[in-house]
């Protein structure tokens, strides 16, 4: 059985879904991976066992001509390997890749991890891609959604009907990479981090605007962001920004990652103040399953992770006092009190977000193929 995996990065399909793919080879099956070429992250995904299939795909591009030449490659792609069934994530590959498919009376299913802003505006571009997602699920048997909240406003624009609407809780995290180490945080300091792409819409501004009020009433108090920077995002945070920051000594700016288990482990609670619309967080999970208080907005997607009060705080979107209450409230919190919040949190990924019941339910849908 051949299968294919498309997603806008190699980084998202590696550390994302990299389970997924180590399962279906295990279970025999041929992987393959489209996405665009990075040197780094197709090379981790070879390694593993899978197929990868480089193609170029500008993400936040608007251009047709370039949009109808992906499909094209899309469609040769497939034509030639004559896949099992496909599985599609992100806007691109789950519109072109879609179609591409559907055309060869190949079955698909389209993940959508997260509506971003093509839901959050009003435009010709966001009416254009209402329009090419409905055409595009057309013929999907399933489409996957992260939270009920995305699932309702595709029903309620009558992208798709309710009975094709399936819900995934996240794309899962691995417990087993992903553990508790009391040890490796220092008690007696309080650190929070922002784990993410240097984006204004993921609240990093936010971040850094309640860090400055906090500072003054607690200095020894640490902030911390990790993550890329997304220079060819309209929302991307320049360089500048976050070396001014840092030379403010308001936030310290620790670039990006391929393993974010230490800076984690080091910490004492994950912060995501996102406006951005979300599927699932995954560094929301990726704190919980490590024992870590959360705070994050109480936005679609974000709220999913946290129970307010059992496992973190939620906080309004884009309200820096509202942040900076939800972060002195951890603050103020006992040694013991954040343990407890913590391995709450662990509790919650194992009953919920457990990444062995995301492969369950692909491992379903992958036979219902054969």
Same mark, same amino acid.
């Given at each position: 059985?051949?299968? *294919?995996?498309?997603?806008?990065?190699?980084?998202?399909?590696?550390?994302?879904?990299?389970?997924?793919?180590?399962?279906? *080879?295990?279970?025999?099956?041929?992987?393959?991976?489209?996405?665009? !070429?990075?040197?780094?992250?197709?090379? !981790?995904?070879?390694?593993?066992?899978?197929?990868?299939?480089?193609?170029?795909?500008?993400?936040?591009?608007?251009?047709?001509?370039?949009?109808?030449?992906?499909?094209?490659?899309?469609?040769?792609?497939?034509?030639?390997?004559?896949?099992?069934?496909?599985?599609?994530?992100?806007?691109?590959?789950? *519109?072109?890749?879609?179609?591409?498919?559907?055309?060869? %009376?190949?079955?698909?299913?389209?993940?959508?991890?997260?509506?971003?802003?093509?839901?959050?505006? !009003?435009?010709?571009?966001?009416?254009?891609?209402?329009?090419?997602?409905?055409?595009?699920?057309?013929?999907?048997?399933?489409?996957?959604?992260?939270?009920?909240?995305?699932?309702?406003?595709?029903?309620?624009?009558?992208?798709?009907?309710?009975?094709?609407?399936?819900?995934? %809780?996240?794309?899962?995290?691995?417990?087993?990479?992903? =553990?508790?180490?009391?040890?490796?945080?220092?008690?007696?300091? *309080?650190?929070?981090?922002?784990?993410?792409?240097?984006?204004?819409?993921?609240?990093?501004?936010?971040?850094?605007?309640?860090?400055?009020?906090?500072?003054?009433?607690?200095?020894?108090?640490?902030?911390?962001?990790?993550?890329?920077?997304?220079?060819?995002?309209?929302?991307?945070?320049?360089?500048?920004?976050?070396?001014?920051?840092?030379?403010?000594?308001?936030?310290?700016?620790?670039?990006?990652?391929?393993?974010? %288990?230490?800076?984690?482990?080091?910490?004492?609670?994950?912060?995501?103040?996102?406006?951005?619309?979300?599927?699932?967080?995954?560094?929301?999970?990726?704190?919980?399953?490590?024992?870590?208080?959360?705070?994050?907005?109480?936005?679609?997607?974000?709220?999913?992770?946290?129970?307010?009060?059992?496992?973190?705080?939620?906080?309004?979107?884009?309200?820096?006092?509202?942040?900076?209450?939800?972060?002195?409230?951890?603050?103020?919190?006992?040694?013991?009190?954040?343990?407890?919040?913590?391995?709450?949190?662990?509790? =919650?990924?194992?009953?919920?977000?457990?990444?062995?019941?995301?492969?369950?339910?692909?491992?379903?849908?992958?036979?219902?193929?054969?």
């Amino acid at each position: 059985m051949k299968l *294919i995996f498309s997603g806008n990065t190699a980084w998202s399909m590696y550390n994302f879904r990299r389970q997924v793919f180590k399962h279906c *080879i295990n279970k025999g099956y041929d992987v393959y991976v489209i996405a665009p !070429k990075d040197n780094v992250f197709d090379k !981790k995904l070879i390694e593993i066992g899978c197929k990868f299939i480089p193609i170029k795909l500008d993400r936040k591009g608007t251009n047709p001509f370039s949009d109808i030449k992906l499909c094209f490659k899309y469609y040769q792609i497939f034509k030639q390997i004559q896949p099992s069934g496909c599985f599609f994530y992100t806007i691109k590959p789950n *519109i072109y890749g879609s179609i591409a498919a559907s055309l060869l %009376r190949i079955p698909y299913i389209p993940i959508t991890t997260g509506l971003g802003y093509i839901f959050n505006a !009003k435009n010709y571009i966001s009416i254009i891609a209402k329009k090419l997602y409905k055409l595009a699920f057309q013929k999907a048997p399933q489409v996957w959604f992260l939270n009920q909240e995305d699932i309702n406003s595709f029903i309620s624009e009558k992208i798709i009907p309710p009975s094709k609407a399936k819900l995934l %809780r996240g794309e899962g995290i691995d417990l087993d990479y992903f =553990k508790i180490h009391e040890d490796a945080q220092k008690e007696e300091e *309080i650190t929070f981090i922002l784990i993410g792409r240097m984006l204004w819409d993921k609240g990093v501004g936010v971040f850094a605007n309640a860090a400055k009020l906090l500072k003054k009433k607690y200095s020894k108090v640490q902030f911390l962001i990790l993550g890329p920077i997304d220079i060819n995002n309209p929302k991307g945070i320049p360089q500048k920004q976050l070396e001014e920051w840092n030379n403010q000594n308001i936030i310290r700016y620790l670039g990006e990652t391929e393993d974010v %288990r230490n800076y984690i482990n080091k910490c004492t609670c994950v912060v995501l103040p996102s406006f951005y619309r979300e599927g699932v967080p995954l560094c929301l999970m990726e704190g919980a399953a490590s024992g870590k208080p959360l705070i994050t907005t109480n936005n679609i997607g974000c709220k999913e992770v946290v129970e307010d009060g059992y496992n973190g705080f939620l906080c309004e979107a884009q309200n820096v006092e509202s942040l900076a209450s939800a972060m002195e409230k951890i603050i103020n919190l006992s040694p013991e009190e954040r343990k407890i919040m913590g391995k709450n949190g662990r509790k =919650k990924m194992e009953k919920e977000f457990n990444i062995d019941l995301i492969i369950k339910k692909y491992e379903s849908a992958i036979n219902q193929l054969k």
